[in-house]
């Protein structure tokens, strides 16, 4: 079983400041780790993956995630939040299951940038 | 450029009503998957499918099935819609490569049940 538990349901920034989204998970298995962002009336979009390679994986628009084993975690920083950063973001683990596999979704954390 | 549609953005039918949502990919993918989304609740699965008539049941199947008879389009289909059965629906399909992939998302339905 898998689980994903992120931590803040809201998190507010004023811009220009540090962004820390945090994600905890819970896998049998090596799991692959996903950021999604989702900007309000526009689709899902990855951000970024981990799979077992490098711990600390970039991704686009300056964000990054650090994979920690001994943690279970992986959380989703950016050094100096953008009034374009303001969206919801969900951190999704993906497990293989023979043949196919399965995606589970946290529950989301809304990001407020304030000016 | 992956693209995955869906037959409509926006949805209001009637309790009651047989409802039918389309999801088509372009890029041959076997796997396509059909979620829900609510305020607080993230994304939850509710059937997948990893090939032609092919189909398993995701953690809420109640209430919805699916139907595959062509490999790039996945129905799914509210066999008689309830008021809790409003919701955003986004479809979504990877390309093979296992638990590595990302998913590529359809723009989502918004159904309204009334």
């Known amino acids: 079983a898998q689980s994903v538990t992120q931590l803040d349901s809201h998190v507010s920034v004023s811009e220009g400041t540090p962004v820390l989204l945090r994600c905890n998970y819970s896998s049998s298995y090596s799991p692959s780790l996903f950021w999604y962002v989702q900007h309000p009336n526009k689709g899902l979009q990855l951000l970024l993956k981990y799979t077992s390679a490098a711990t600390l994986v970039k991704g686009i628009n300056g964000f990054e995630a650090e994979f920690k084993k001994s943690e279970t975690s992986f959380h989703l920083t950016k050094p100096s939040a953008h009034m374009s950063d303001a969206a919801e973001y969900f951190c999704?683990?993906?497990?293989?299951?023979?043949?196919?596999?399965?995606?589970?979704f946290g529950k989301g954390t809304l990001l407020t940038v304030n000016p | 450029d992956v693209k995955v549609t869906q037959s409509s953005r926006y949805l209001v039918k009637r309790t009651g009503e047989k409802v039918f949502l389309e999801c088509v990919q372009d890029?041959?993918?076997?796997?396509m998957f059909w979620y829900r989304q609510d305020p607080g609740l993230g994304l939850r699965l509710i059937y997948f499918?990893?090939?032609?008539?092919?189909?398993e049941k995701g953690d809420i199947p109640e209430g919805y099935s699916v139907s595959r008879e062509k490999k790039e389009r996945f129905s799914l289909i509210l066999e008689s819609a309830s008021t809790n059965q409003t919701s955003m629906y986004l479809c979504?399909?990877?390309?093979?490569?296992?638990?590595?992939?990302?998913?590529?998302f359809g723009p989502g339905t918004r159904l309204t049940v009334t």
């Open positions: 499918s990893y090939d032609v008539k092919m189909k």
């Open positions: 999704v683990v993906s497990v293989s299951g023979g043949s196919n596999y399965k995606l589970t």
């Open positions: 979504a399909s990877p390309p093979s490569g296992g638990s590595s992939v990302e998913q590529y």
């Open positions: 890029m041959d993918h076997e796997n």
